[in-house]
C-alpha cells in the first residue's frame, strides 16, 4: 500500500505496508516490523488489534473509495489479520495445540533454523468458513504427482502464445483492467501507476514489482488470456538482517480460456522474472508466497507452478480471507520451498525461461 499523498503511485497492494492498514472487505492487516520473540508478546498484539477502531494513515483514493471500504463499527464481519517473522522459539510456542491461542495461528511455517513467517487471523462470528477446515486441508492436499513448471512455458509457447512483462500499449492496459477491474477492484489509473512503476524500476534497477500476462495471436491482434503480478515487502529477521517476502499476486484468466494451462504458465514467468531480480546465491534467502483462493481452484494453479503448501504444524489456510468477484473466499498459503527452488527454478532454468519467453 503506498503513502496516500502520493496517488500517481497508488495501486491495489496484496501485501500492503508495514504497520497497521484497512483493507477492502472489512480487513484489518498488520504487518509487524520488528521480529517477535516472545510468544506472550505476539498474543498481547494481537488482542490489542481487536480494539483498533481508527486507523491515522487509510489508504484513500481520489475519488473516496477506498474510505469506505472497512467498516469499523461491523464487527461481526470483521477480519484482524497480523503478519511477521517469529523467533524459533515463540513460533513453536504459538502453535502448541496445548497453547488455547494457537487456533488463531493461520499459516506457520520455518524459513530457516532460527526464524518462522507467522500470519494470524481473527474472524467476526459473521464470517465463516465455506467448507470445514479439515476439508479445506483434504481439499488442497498435494497431488500424486509434480510437473516441471517450465513444461506449461514451453507449452503456450508451442501454441504460438507470447508473454508480455510491461503495460505501456494502450490496448494491454484496457485488457488488464478488464480482467482485474471487478475481480479485484483496480481502477484505470491503478493500472497506469503500475505501468509507471515498471517504468522508474527499468530506470533504478530496484525492483519491487513485477508483472506478466499471457498473449493469445488473434487476427485483431494479440488478446490477453492470463495475467498476473508480484510484490515485494521487507520484513526483519531476529538476527537483524531483513527478508524480501515476493507475493504472487492477482491471479486472473479470460473465462473463454480457463482449464488450459495458461495461469500456471504465466505465473512461472513471473516467478522466474522476481528470481532473476537477485543473484542466484542470494534466491535461496528471499521468499516467494501466494494466497490462492481455493474455491477456485487456485491451489492447482500454485502447485502447477512449482510452489508448496507447508506441513500442517497449521492449517495454513485463510478463512474467509476477502471477497473475490464478490464472494467471500477460503485460501491457501503457498510458497516456493527450497527443495522446490533447486528442482524447479535453478538458475539455468530461470535464464532459459526468460530467455524463451522474452524472445517472443
Known amino acids: 500500500m503506498t503513502d496516500a499523498k502520493d496517488m500517481s503511485k497508488e495501486i491495489v497492494s496484496s501485501t500492503g505496508s508495514m504497520g497497521i492498514d484497512t ?8 504487518n509487524v516490523r520488528q521480529p517477535m520473540e516472545n510468544a506472550l508478546r505476539v498474543e498481547r498484539s494481537f488482542t490489542r ?8 494513515a487509510p489508504d484513500v483514493r481520489s475519488d473516496g473509495r477506498r474510505q469506505e471500504q472497512f467498516n469499523f463499527g461491523d464487527l461481526p464481519n470483521r477480519r484482524d489479520v497480523m503478519r511477521f517473522i517469529a523467533s524459533d522459539e515463540a513460533a513453536r510456542q504459538l502453535i502448541n495445540p496445548r497453547n488455547p491461542f494457537s487456533s ?3 499459516v506457520a511455517f520455518p524459513i530457516d533454523d532460527n526464524d518462522w513467517y507467522i500470519s494470524l487471523g481473527r ?6 468458513t465455506a467448507d470445514s477446515l479439515d476439508n479445506l486441508v483434504h481439499d488442497t492436499a498435494a497431488p500424486d504427482m509434480l510437473k516441471y513448471p517450465i513444461d506449461a512455458v514451453d507449452k503456450v509457447l508451442k501454441e504460438g502464445y507470447s508473454f508480455k512483462t510491461d503495460l505501456s500499449e494502450p490496448s494491454v492496459r484496457d485488457q488488464v483492467l478488464k480482467l482485474w477491474e471487478h475481480t479485484f477492484g483496480w481502477t484505470e489509473q491503478e493500472i497506469e501507476n503500475l505501468q509507471k512503476r515498471l517504468e522508474e524500476q527499468g530506470e533504478t534497477g530496484e525492483k519491487n514489482v513485477w508483472f506478466g ?12 488470456v492470463a495475467v498476473g503480478m508480484a510484490e515485494k515487502i521487507q520484513f526483519k529477521r531476529t538476527n537483524g538482517k531483513h527478508i524480501d517476502i515476493i507475493e504472487l499476486t492477482e491471479w486472473s484468466v479470460d473465462p473463454d480460456f480457463r482449464g488450459n494451462g495458461y495461469m500456471p504458465a504465466t505465473v512461472t514467468q513471473i516467478a522466474a522474472q522476481v528470481l532473476n531480480s537477485y543473484q542466484p546465491e542470494e534466491r535461496k534467502e528471499k521468499l516467494l508466497i501466494a494466497e490462492v483462493n481455493i474455491q477456485n481452484r487456485a491451489h492447482r494453479t500454485g502447485y502447477s507452478s512449482g510452489m508448496n503448501i507447508a506441513e500442517r504444524v497449521a492449517p495454513q489456510i485463510l478463512k474467509q480471507n476477502v471477497a473475490v468477484d464478490g464472494v467471500k473466499s477460503d485460501f491457501a498459503l503457498m510458497y516456493i520451498s527450497p527443495a522446490s527452488l533447486a528442482r524447479n527454478y535453478s538458475p539455468d532454468t530461470v535464464q532459459a525461461i526468460l530467455r524463451e519467453t522474452q524472445a517472443n
Open 23 to 30: 483493507r477492502s472487505d472489512n480487513r484489518i492487516y498488520w
Open 49 to 56: 488489534l481487536e480494539e483498533v477502531k481508527r486507523v491515522n
Open 104 to 106: 488463531n495461528v493461520e
Open 123 to 128: 474472524n467476526g462470528v459473521e464470517r465463516k
Open 213 to 224: 500476462a499471457l498473449q493469445r495471436p488473434t487476427p485483431d491482434g494479440r488478446k490477453i
